[in-house]
């Protein structure tokens, strides 16, 4: 038996729950589960369940690391580390919140050198995600001479991790922030200007221009405001509906201007875009960098955690620590 956040139906509340083994598929990679997190989407799974989750009964978690137990595809042999990220875990099929895990083997990367797997998930599926954002201006050919980058939801996952990557670069950035609480926090992480997001929700179609480059994670009004304070020529890579999935906007920043606008979705990337977004990750972070901008829980805490991720009330990463000490 194992214990895993279980959604039995549409009309019934997550549960952790005591399952048996012999209802994890059997042609997967056995997995004991070390660590998950909680992403946004996570949260949104385990306290609305739709549209995340597309069938029950669901175990929710769309990232886990943990060591291999067994591999009917001989891929992996008992006791390598690995990494899960995506690929419609926890929506479609069963996920990381749970003390083991059956897997795909072709889902499953090692851990990138130099991290450990409890760095690996201080990043998770955020951590990916500002990775691929980045690499998508580095790729669009931004460097730090061409000028600066913002990142909007500056304290969340993708927002934190982006933040820690571009300064590693050499960018300077500009964040946006809901909440002047986290100015100092901010500071602190080498965000050289600060601005509060309600500012993007009210400026003209096209205004004065800031920024070459911007991550968002926010959409909707804060998107519009981006765009418009984007300069001529610049790129913008929206990664996230945190504010919302609309985006009310008119053409004129893309036909005036020439800005450009990336999507980035990073649930269903290549093994190899993968790989390369993991090993930016692990070049670029340190322990301390991800201490600062995680903390460490336990499994059992997770339901009032998601709670809290969704009312915007945690900063930076929460990491789940999946096995009872
Ligand atoms: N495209 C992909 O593949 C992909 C992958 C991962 C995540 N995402 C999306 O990216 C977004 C961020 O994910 P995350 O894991 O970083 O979440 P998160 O840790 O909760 O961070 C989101 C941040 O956005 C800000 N925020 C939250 N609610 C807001 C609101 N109503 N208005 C304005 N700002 C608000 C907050 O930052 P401040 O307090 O600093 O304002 C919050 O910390 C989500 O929409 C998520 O679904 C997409």
Known sequence: MFKALLINSENDRPQISEISEDVLRQDGVLVKVEYSTLNYKDCLAILHGKPIIRKYPMVTGIDFCGTVLNDSSSEFKPGSEVLMTGFGMGEKFWGGHSELAS??????????????MKNAMQCGTAGLTASMAVLKLKDFGLTPDSGKILVTGASGGVGT???????????????????????????????????????????KILDKQKWIGAIDS???????????????????????????????????PFILRGINLFGLDSVYQTIANRKRAWNLLAECLTDNDLDNISTEHQFKDILDLAKRLIENKVTGRLVLRMQES
Do not use: M, R, W, Y
């Not at 897997?103 to 130099?114: H, K, Q, R, T, Y």
């Not at 670069?169 to 509060?196: A, D, R, Y």
């Open 218 to 252: 926010l959409g909707s009004k804060a998107l519009v405001g981006v765009c418009a304070c984007t300069f001529a020529g610049g790129a913008v890579v929206a990664c996230g509906n945190a504010q919302g999935i609309d985006f009310p906007t008119s053409v004129a």
């Open 103 to 116: 897997v795909d083997a072709s889902f499953l990367l090692a851990i990138p050198n130099g991290f450990t």
């Open 161 to 203: 991790i982006s933040i820690l990557i571009l300064k590693k670069l050499g960018f300077h950035v500009i964040g946006t922030t809901s909440n002047t609480k986290n100015f100092e926090f901010l500071e602190n992480l080498g965000v050289e200007e600060i601005i509060e997001t309600s500012t993007l929700n009210s400026v």
